[in-house]
Each structure stands twice: as structure tokens, then as C-alpha cells.
């Protein structure tokens, strides 16, 4: 049984890495995006990936679609910080192949999570399960609009500009403009920086031409 880890955050990797370590007829692999996961997913049929779906660049749940269609003996541990509950419902409408996990939850809850999806077991988090069954918070227009400065670190994630580069533009600290990116992707009900995207200019913060130079 093969694990790949499709997380590029050095803290979190680490961590899945002892875990793995520690699990018996497991080994592990690490890519970098989403070309060097498809290369090893066609070296074998018996995987388990891990996947930080929000820093990763996998796109939609489209593309979770298409990835779980041409490797459909995989299974899918999509473990991010946060996943809007619409976001996880498609997805484990897809399959029983994924498991959801966050970021923040206890070692002994990850390292069962991964224990599950080896054995071809769906997983879902305790705190996302509570999220999924509690009655759906009414959102008013006031609560999804963005600030001033949301809109504008918005408009540099579209145009495809990294935390740390927003940051040192906007001489700020990455922390701050983190927590500005989990607010935006939080208010606008969106996972990650190609959903972020899609947003921006359909709202017509970034202009086509100016996104694909």
C-alpha cells in the first residue's frame, strides 16, 4: 500500500510523515502539484492520497470528478484547514473513495483517517461531520461582502500573486494576509485560490485579458 502526500505545507507534511511511518506494509511518497501526482498515480492502482485540496492545484470538485474517473481504485483523504459545506457535499456525493479531514484535528483522529482510507473506508472528521449536520446559518448579502482590502488582496490572488508577495507588497505580515485570504475564501463559501479566481472575474475585479498575460 502506497500513501502520497499532496500537501506542500512543511508542518502538516511532516507530521503525516511519522504517521506513516509508524503504520506497518505502508510506504510513502511526496509530489509537488498536480502533473507529478498524475505521473504517480499512473505507476499504481493501490493508493492512498492525501490531499491539501485548498494550497494544491487541483481546481474543482470537476477535477476530484476526473481524477477519481481515470484512477478510480484510489482513495482520497482531502485534509485542508477549512472545506465549505457545500464543497463537501459534492464531493463525497462522488464517491465513498473520500474521506474529509481537517487541519486541526487531533493526531489520533488523522492517524485513524488514514487508517481507513487504507482499508477503503470512508472517514469524515468529527467537527466536519457537526458542520454537515447543523441547521444551515442564514447568510445575509452584508455577511459576504468584502472589504476594501479583502477585494483588493482578491484581485492579487487572481492574478496569481503567493501570500508572501501580497504580503511584501503590501508591506504587511504573511499572518496578516493569511488570515485575510481565510476571511475571503470563508465570506465567498470557496476552497481554494481557482475557485478565488473564478470569483474575482466573474465579479469583474480582474479583466480576462489582464488574468491570462
Excluded at 152 to 171: H, N, P, S, V, Y
Excluded at 187 to 213: P, Q
Amino acid at each position: 500500500m502506497e500513501i502520497i502526500l499532496a500537501d506542500n505545507q512543511d508542518i502538516t507534511r511532516a507530521g503525516l510523515m511519522h504517521i506513516c511511518s509508524d503504520l506497518p506494509d505502508i510506504s510513502y511518497q511526496r509530489v509537488s502539484d498536480k502533473a507529478g501526482l498524475v505521473e504517480r498515480l499512473r505507476q499504481t492502482d493501490d493508493a492512498v492520497v492525501v490531499l491539501d485540496y485548498s494550497l494544491f492545484d487541483i481546481g474543482d470538485v470537476d477535477d476530484l470528478e476526473i481524477l477519481h474517473a481515470r484512477f478510480p481504485y484510489v482513495r482520497w483523504v482531502l485534509f485542508s484547514f477549512e472545506l465549505s459545506c457545500d464543497f463537501v457535499r459534492r464531493v463525497v456525493a462522488l464517491s465513498s473513495h473520500f474521506s474529509i479531514l481537517l487541519k486541526d484535528s487531533p493526531m489520533q483522529e488523522i492517524r485513524e483517517c488514514v487508517l481507513y482510507a487504507c482499508r477503503s473506508r470512508r472517514f469524515i472528521c468529527q467537527r466536519m461531520a457537526e458542520t454537515l449536520l447543523a441547521p444551515a446559518p442564514a447568510i445575509s448579502h452584508e455577511d459576504a461582502r468584502l472589504t476594501p482590502t479583502e477585494l483588493q488582496i482578491l484581485k492579487d490572488i487572481a492574478l496569481g500573486l503567493t501570500t508572501r508577495e501580497i504580503a511584501d507588497k503590501r508591506i504587511s505580515s504573511f499572518h496578516t494576509v493569511n488570515t485575510h485570504r481565510k476571511n475571503i475564501f470563508r465570506k465567498l463559501g470557496v476552497n481554494n485560490v481557482h475557485e478565488a479566481t473564478k470569483y474575482a472575474l466573474r465579479a469583474g475585479l480582474v479583466d480576462s485579458a489582464e488574468y491570462y498575460i
